[in-house]
């Protein structure tokens, strides 16, 4: 069995300053949830990283959440008792690691995208906008009609610089937050001695 892997490109700068200005509420979305499509269900189900239900009471996942403040096994251990997480994190020595299955959309349409240094967004279209409305970015009305997000907060000794996100098989993320060093700053081969 082989896997592909792929390294997706992390973006830094501000491209759309009017994205996720409408709030995703509660009675809305139950709404939208009502609809049967299979889609809809499996991008904000439970357990899916993009769910505004992911963390036990609703919550606008356009909203950044400080998720390294939690341990995974707390937050989804709910979820985890009955097989439908698609989704964990872990802080290790090196730094943050966050997985996640991607509702079917494919390596293509994933972004992963840095704000102002301290926010850690994830998001991607499963459904594509009306010829009509193509000016609009889908981002800045009903985003979650043509997509799916997810805001974290970055931990204060994040490398935000550094990130790294890589797409498994078409569907599985991970991103890597590394830990800032001291002496970080620096110009290579100063502040520390290599041994």
Not at 34 to 54: E, I, R, Y
Request: with cysteine; proline share 5%.
């Amino acid at each position: 069995m082989t896997s592909s892997n792929k390294k997706l490109e992390v973006q830094t700068e501000d491209q759309t300053p009017h994205k996720w200005s409408i709030s995703l509420a509660e009675e809305a979305f139950k709404r939208f949830f009502s609809q049967v499509n299979p889609t809809v269900h499996k991008a904000f189900g439970d357990g899916s990283l993009f769910s505004p239900m992911l963390f036990g009471k609703f919550f606008d996942p356009s909203d950044a959440f400080p998720l390294w403040e939690f341990e995974s096994d707390v937050l989804l251990s709910h979820l985890r008792s009955y097989g439908q997480s698609t989704v964990d994190w872990r802080q290790t020595d090196e730094g943050y690691i966050l997985k996640a299955e991607i509702p079917g959309t494919g390596k293509n349409n994933i972004q992963v995208h840095v704000d102002n240094g301290k926010v850690v967004e994830i998001s991607g279209q499963w459904k594509q906008q009306q010829r009509d409305s193509k000016a609009i970015d889908w981002r800045c009305g009903n985003w979650w009609e043509y997509g799916y997000v997810r805001r974290l907060e970055m931990p204060e000794d994040a490398d935000w610089k550094n990130i790294e996100a890589y797409m498994y098989n078409d569907i599985f993320l991970e991103i890597r937050i590394p830990k800032s060093q001291h002496g970080c700053d620096l110009p290579q081969g100063k502040g520390k001695d290599v041994a």
